[in-house]
């Protein structure tokens, strides 16, 4: 029963801190940190993005999992690079009775203590993907329960990634408002009219434009003429 509550209280703070923060690294390391406390057998965990193409670590509970992260961008292989890449989970509970990824198990077996993996695929609109990594010292350790838990730990990446593009979404468009006039005086005249705020303004004209099916520049251009002609 105290073990439950420990880990209700944790999961508790992780949505505290997911959806009240700002700063999307802090988050990002919040939930690596807590992983060895929510997932059983779990001693390191990371968190790798592909941005633009890139693989990149934004999140390691230490430098074990930062420095196996280096590994598998290094020999393209690994569970995270898999997960991205297939969309699924990969899992392999004891690294020294076969891998599918040798290359990788080679070397985590000789610079490293960790002794089993697991990976679990993440995405956020059309650019940005990633990977929760766990990984353990003992093998046998990551079980299918400990699969389950990832899955659910996972989410909560997934919670964080959404909002940090919404964000960054929403920061583009403010710095994109000077280049795109008809864009900004569409949004100027419905957050008048409907008193909203300029995200909502830009929702409003991004899904009347997907349902549509024409350019947002488009939609814009149609709201200034119908304010013109009132």
Avoid at 16 to 22: F, L, Q, R, T
Avoid at 75 to 80: A, M, T, V
Avoid at 130 to 151: E, K, M, P, R
Avoid at 198 to 212: P, V
Wanted: with cysteine; charged share 25%.
């Amino acid at each position: 029963m105290g073990a439950e509550l420990a880990t209700s209280e944790v999961f508790g703070n992780l949505a505290h801190i997911v959806y009240a923060s700002n700063d999307f690294v802090e988050v990002y390391e919040a939930i690596v940190n807590a992983a060895p406390d929510l997932v059983e057998g779990c001693d390191h965990a990371s968190l790798m993005l592909r941005r633009r193409g890139r693989f990149e670590t934004v999140a390691a509970s230490d430098e074990v999992a930062r420095s196996i992260d280096g590994y598998e961008r290094e020999l393209g292989e690994g569970p995270c690079i898999d997960a991205i890449a297939d969309a699924s989970v990969f899992h392999d509970e004891d690294l020294a009775d076969g891998s599918p990824w040798p290359r990788l198990t080679e070397r985590v077996l000789a610079q490293t203590p960790v002794r089993g993996m697991a990976g679990f695929r993440l995405r956020a609109g059309e650019e940005v993907t990633g990977a929760l990594n766990l990984f353990s010292d003992t093998a046998g350790a990551l079980s299918q329960q400990s699969v389950h838990q990832g899955i659910v730990l996972a989410s909560f990446v997934t919670v964080a990634l959404v909002a940090s593009e919404q964000r960054d979404t929403a920061e583009s468009l403010r710095a994109g408002l000077h280049s795109n006039r008809e864009i900004g005086k569409a949004m100027g005249l419905m957050m008048a009219f409907h008193k909203i705020s300029d995200e909502e303004a830009f929702t409003m004209l991004r899904r009347t434009s997907q349902d549509m099916n024409i350019k947002l520049s488009e939609v814009a251009r149609r709201v200034v003429e119908h304010h013109n002609r009132a």
